[in-house]
């Protein structure tokens, strides 16, 4: 059974590093043709598509935001980690990650429940 | 970036009743596309990927098609679980986006 749960600060003020941990179970990120990513959604808007790990270390980052976004991975831990730099109140927003499979061309089949991270003097 | 265009924004329905949702992409995605369903206040769940095919666990009654650029998601019977807010995503060309959504309430 897989699931991913997020994990973090709900509160960062502007200007501060967010760092965000996607700790996940039934399955591995070493294993061929898997992925894990992240989502956020601000309260009341769209779903926006912001990075993605490949199980063999190739990473993707939404380009509007990747100055800002790391992606790192800890097999040992079966975590995922964002960061993203320089907060804004615009970032406010609830951040999800997923699973995603190339068997399903790594469209997002698991989801966390997602964590709401405000950004707030 | 790759445009996806939902329309309508809000859809009025009663239980029992199709629901056909529109998607635009502002240039070819070919088949790379997929469904999303957010009940409010959770996650959302993928219904439907590569333009048609169901995901695992969906009922038969959600459907996806193509034409083009256009693509649909039918729902063919409205059940009350099937309020919500839907969501395209395209995963042809980074970066990966998706549609503003359309929500599905009940008339």
């Known amino acids: 059974q897989i699931t991913l749960k997020e994990s973090g600060p709900t509160l960062v003020k502007p200007t501060q590093t967010l760092t965000l941990t996607c700790t996940f179970s039934?399955?591995?990120?070493?294993?061929?043709?898997?992925?894990v990513g992240w989502v956020r959604q601000p309260p009341g808007k769209a779903l926006e598509w912001l990075a993605l790990h490949y199980w063999d270390d190739d990473k993707r980052y939404s380009p509007s935001l990747e100055s800002r976004l790391t992606i790192t991975k800890d097999t040992s831990k079966n975590q995922v980690v964002l960061t993203m730099t320089n907060m804004d109140p615009v970032d406010t927003a609830t951040y999800y990650c997923a699973h995603g499979r190339r068997t399903i061309s790594y469209y997002f089949d698991y989801w966390g429940q997602g964590t709401l991270v405000t950004v707030s003097s | 970036d790759i445009v996806l265009t939902q329309s309508p924004a809000t859809l009025s329905l009663s239980p029992g009743e199709r629901a056909t949702l529109s998607c635009r992409a502002s240039q070819s995605v070919n088949s790379y596309l997929a469904w999303y369903q957010q009940r409010p206040g959770q996650a959302p769940r993928l219904l439907i990927y590569?333009?048609?095919n169901r995901a695992t666990g969906i009922p038969v009654r959600f459907s996806g098609s193509v034409s083009g650029t256009d693509f649909t998601l039918t729902i063919s019977s409205l059940e009350p679980e099937d309020f919500a807010v839907y969501y395209c995503?395209?995963?042809?060309?980074?970066?990966?986006?998706f549609g503003q959504g359309t929500k599905v309430e009940i008339k």
């Open positions: 590569g333009a048609f």
């Open positions: 995503q395209q995963r042809s060309t980074w970066p990966w986006t």
């Open positions: 039934g399955f591995s990120l070493t294993t061929s043709g898997v992925a």
